[in-house]
């Protein structure tokens, strides 16, 4: 969101932009093909849920290279199919209709599509196959072996450790900005890659290359009332300010007997410092911050706030790993493009909580899982095991530009074969070591509503940032109680 000797088939590499001009009409067929799901199925096809993104890298018009192609190659049984059940790109619209079949056991789907973020609900409802009991014994070692841990702690079940999905590509929230704009502000980036600058450091870097350049924009964000907020942009921020939703890192995955964190003075500075980047100077701000970010980023998520840095119209923006493929190009900024993860407040050392402080990238992505109801779970087992074969991975990450659960490979890899985001190898590896995962638990789909709703009133000040946390925290609490009183 390959490699030369990923897998036998002559694979030439595509950019992120041209890929989903040329994918269109493959993604189209997709779509097309999902209508009756199970009418007129062949004995071998696996129904796969994924969004038009994914859709279009599965599977390609007129032999071009695909992802089906190189599972073949890795071995899969070359009368095993994938059919794509193409489903929304929002996350809780998915998560729905991943609920209504599994509720029901229908299937198929076979394999379902799940967010890091909402994973576990489905594997404590028994709604999973247990992988560690069904995959072989090779695959699960280079699985718990090479795989990203954070992305392989929102697959496996909390209680127990098994694994119950195979994490298909991690994400990991990058700061993206112009190293030709801000040097000519008079600023040295050469180690903001390895050593990000802090929040005030990198407020008066943006304003004065905006201010220099004439541009419209400094920093752009993702700051609207959903998921996004809360998962990740706000839980970057609130972390690099030593701040926690319900205290340390060993509070995620676990609801219940925790404590509730968000009214602590870390948080609620975090949103007075955003406050300051969006007002200016103003009541419920902090001092030394500069107004850096338009007032419509409280209403942007991903494209939105992509769309003016990728224009030339801003210094800065805040997204995924897709965002440096389609920016990063030789045809966009190319090596002008400075990529980093989050500045900082608060280092490691002056953190009250474990896992706080300092730099961080929040932790995205998404898992497959196979249906229990399924009729075909030997052969969804078999795409799985292909799945995470590194040529697959890399098939993955050189059409689509989504990050191998294997973050080595990434290091591997070459900006010829797989595109910009190699170049950013390093940066990549160190936000892996400090990502920061949501708190994937049962009760996270109902308590992110809660978060991202304060924030965003935080934000946009229709609250005080105080009295948005604090509100937050007596909601949070009541939500942990009733777990509590249930015996969850």
Not at 51 to 70: L, T
Request: aromatic letters at 8%; a negative charge; one cysteine or more.
């Amino acid at each position: 969101m390959g490699h030369d000797t990923a897998g036998q088939c002559d694979r030439s590499p595509l950019g992120r932009r041209s890929f989903l001009k040329a994918a269109s009409a493959s993604t189209a067929g997709a779509v097309a093909v999902t209508g009756c799901l199970s009418r007129g199925r062949k004995p071998n096809t696996v129904v796969m849920t994924a969004d038009s993104g994914v859709a279009g890298i599965i599977h390609s018009d007129g032999g071009g290279p695909s992802v089906q192609q190189a599972l073949w190659d890795a071995g899969l049984d070359e009368d095993i199919s994938i059919e794509i059940q193409t489903v929304v790109s929002d996350s809780a619209s998915r998560m729905q209709t991943a609920q209504s079949a599994l509720e029901a056991g229908r299937a198929p789907p076979d394999i379902h599509m799940m967010d890091s973020g909402w994973t576990v609900p489905f594997v404590l409802r028994n709604q999973t196959l247990n992988l560690t009991e069904n995959l072989s014994e090779d695959v699960l070692q280079r699985v718990n072996d090479d795989y990203l841990e954070a992305i392989l702690e929102t697959a496996r079940h909390p209680q127990t450790g098994d694994l119950h999905a195979l994490p298909f590509f991690p994400d990991l929230g990058f700061t993206l900005y112009r190293k030709d704009l801000i040097e000519d502000a008079g600023y040295d980036t050469s180690n903001w890659p390895s050593e990000p600058p802090s929040w005030e450091e990198f407020s008066a870097a943006v304003r004065d290359a905006r201010d220099q350049g004439g541009l419209n924009y400094g920093f752009t964000t993702q700051a609207a009332a959903y998921e996004g907020l809360s998962c990740c942009t706000f839980n970057e921020v609130m972390t690099s300010w030593g701040g926690a939703y319900f205290g340390g890192v060993d509070n995620l995955f676990t609801a219940g007997d925790r404590p509730i964190t968000v009214d602590e003075e870390r948080c609620i500075d975090a949103i007075r410092m955003m406050r300051s980047f969006i007002e200016g100077e103003g009541d419920n701000t902090l001092d030394g911050y500069a107004q850096i970010c338009p007032s419509a980023v409280v209403q942007w998520t991903e494209q939105e706030s992509l769309s003016p840095f990728a224009g030339g119209e801003a210094v800065s923006n805040r997204n995924w790993s897709y965002a440096i493929a389609e920016t990063g190009t030789e045809d966009a900024f190319g090596e002008n493009l400075g990529v980093m993860t989050r500045p900082y407040a608060v280092s490691q050392q002056e953190a009250e909580y474990d896992g706080t402080g300092g730099t961080v990238a929040a932790l995205g992505g998404w898992n497959l899982a196979v249906s229990p109801f399924s009729e075909r779970q030997e052969q969804a087992l078999q795409v799985l095991e292909a799945f995470a074969t590194e040529e697959v991975m890399l098939t993955v990450f050189e059409l689509g530009g989504y990050l191998p659960p294997n973050l080595d490979l990434v290091a591997e890899a070459s900006p010829d074969e797989v595109g910009p985001v190699a170049r950013y190898g390093d940066v990549v590896q160190r936000a892996s070591e400090n990502a920061i995962p949501r708190p994937a638990t049962d009760l996270w789909p109902e308590q992110s509503a809660l978060i991202y709703q304060a924030v965003n009133a935080g934000y946009r000040g229709a609250k005080s940032p105080q009295a948005a946390m604090n509100d937050l925290a007596t909601e949070l609490e009541q939500s942990e109680s009733e777990v509590e009183t249930n015996g969850n």
